[in-house]
């Protein structure tokens, strides 16, 4: 009697690559990661491949190569339609210590023109107060489909939508955080593939040493693209500390420095109240910290399109003046 030997499937091959021990394992290539994300997002690799690729990544930290290919494997995927955007703004991490002063921001350059797309993965930290909680009270609209999208931009100038709505694959990863006891690559790649490629895709990362990462794998991908240590991992400056932001555009890494807004380091607020966005941006309440947040990040989103940052806050500091409340 023959035994039939099984074939090994395609995927083993990426999970061997990066678990073969401290010797014989290795970082995957830009086109080997590009392949395997590929697979991953078809659907053709088990949970069990999925969950080992995952936490085999986490431990050995993605690259810039990684990112990349990864990157350019999802927004083949996606296939999103052209639709005309300046900002692309990622807002997956929620706040703790502050309020979400980033959507004032937003709201605010909506206001002057700029078309911002913002995008996020739902509540998966407790603890934590995130966009979705609060579009309602501030108007901006959730969307579902592309084309509720490209209408509400054409009317509003800004719209969010659900990671759910645009890429359940990447929505499953994300939520696998609660099985596996880890956060995966997952939750940085979402915030680097700008699928309607804005003119500057704004990216916050929190972990030090990740947002050079993710300014080479911008780089590579030929992005224009801003990061920084946003507030709780949001795209929100600190006012109250310098801040480094690190940029590319035309295959060119730059770096600078935004000096603190304030001399005097702000307390964090007792709780965390949303009805205090509101009336902040109808000039019912004043925030010493809240009204320098936004008018910093405005700044610092304004800069990515090529205005100096002084200027920017000159500009910021106007725009917020001149809001229509």
Not at 296 to 323: C, D, I, S, V
């Amino acid at each position: 009697m023959t035994l039939i030997t099984p074939s090994e499937h395609p995927f083993a091959a990426y999970v061997r690559i990066l678990g073969k021990g401290q010797r014989g394992s290795r970082g995957l290539t830009r086109d080997e990661a590009e392949h395997a994300m590929g697979m991953v997002m078809q659907e053709q690799v088990t949970a069990e491949q999925l969950g080992a690729f995952l936490m085999l990544l986490r431990f050995k930290e993605e690259s810039p190569e990684e990112l990349a290919g990864f990157c350019s494997a999802v927004r083949q995927h996606t296939q999103a339609p052209a639709i005309d955007v300046d900002f692309d703004w990622p807002s997956y991490a929620g706040k703790k210590r502050q309020l979400n002063w980033y959507l004032l921001a937003a709201k605010c350059l909506a206001q002057q023109g700029y078309r911002i797309f913002m995008h996020g993965g739902g509540a998966h930290t407790a603890g934590r107060l995130y966009s979705e909680a609060l579009l309602a009270a501030l108007d901006i609209q959730s969307c579902q489909s592309w084309d509720d999208v490209s209408a509400t931009l054409d009317r509003n100038n800004i719209a969010f939508m659900p990671l759910q709505a645009w890429s359940p694959r990447l929505q499953h990863m994300i939520d696998l955080r609660n099985v596996l006891g880890l956060r995966s690559p997952i939750h940085s790649l979402v915030r680097l593939i700008n699928p309607l490629s804005a003119r500057c895709g704004l990216q916050s990362i929190f972990h030090p040493g990740y947002q050079a990462v993710h300014q080479e794998a911008s780089r590579l991908l030929g992005d224009n693209a801003l990061v920084i240590k946003g507030d709780g991992g949001e795209v929100e400056v600190r006012p109250d500390v310098s801040s480094e932001l690190l940029g590319c555009g035309e295959q060119q890494s730059w770096s600078e420095t935004l000096p603190a807004q304030t001399q005097q380091r702000l307390m964090k607020p007792e709780q965390l109240d949303p009805e205090h966005l509101v009336r902040v941006w109808r000039g019912d309440a004043d925030d010493d910290y809240g009204q320098l947040a936004i008018i910093a990040t405005m700044a610092m989103a304004l800069r990515g399109l090529g205005t100096p940052f002084e200027a920017a806050l000159k500009q910021a500091e106007q725009f917020w003046q001149n809001r229509t409340r």
